[in-house]
């Protein structure tokens, strides 16, 4: 595929919330978020869906076996996505309130490597979507989680007054 000598692509890390304000301000002509507010002059079209798992460190498997409920996990410590540009720290934690408990947050952290790398070594439990389960984390186990609500959703957010 040839392409245009007059388009210019960047990919930017961590658009999350900031979505809307930069597709305003002409910054971004597309993003991909998780939880960025529809508004007037942001469209939000659902391009992905897939279930939360929660990763444990491997010397907690004897305590969880299989499939679990969130609210399985209320005492233990956890590590979150870093707050700043992440809509999916405001999905586990809505997802931990939901389960009648708010999660004891020790590091919040990204991108999902070192998410996935501070579990591994034992810091906590994290809820990632199921998709992190490809990464390659010999001593992170991934369990089911049952009895939620919703799935994780990744959105394309345009401005809506135009049209691709």
């Known amino acids: 595929m040839k392409r245009s000598r007059f388009t210019q692509e ?25 939880l960025a507010p ?11 869906e897939e279930g939360f798992v929660a990763a444990l460190p491997a010397a ?5 076996v299989g ?32 389960a009648g408990f708010v999660p004891r947050v020790v590091q919040d952290i990204a991108p999902i490597h070192a998410v ?11 809820v990632v979507p199921e998709s992190a389960r490809i990464l390659g984390f010999p001593h992170v186990v991934y369990r089911p ?9 990744l ?3 345009t401005r809506a007054a135009e049209r691709s």
């Open 155 to 157: 959105y394309l957010a």
């Open 10 to 34: 960047q990919i930017i890390a961590g658009l999350g919330q900031r979505a809307g304000a930069r597709l305003d301000t002409a910054v971004l002509d597309a993003g991909i978020t998780r």
């Open 116 to 126: 996935l790398g501070l579990v591994e070594a034992g810091f906590g439990v994290a």
């Open 67 to 98: 499939a679990m409920r969130l609210s399985d996990l209320q005492d233990t410590p956890f590590v979150m996505f870093q707050r700043e540009g992440s809509g999916f720290h405001t999905e586990v934690t809505a997802l931990c309130i939901q």
């Open 38 to 48: 529809s508004t007037e002059r942001v469209r939000l079209e659902p391009v992905h």
């Open 145 to 153: 989680l049952i009895g939620l609500e919703r799935a994780s959703r």
């Open 60 to 64: 907690m498997v004897q305590r969880h």
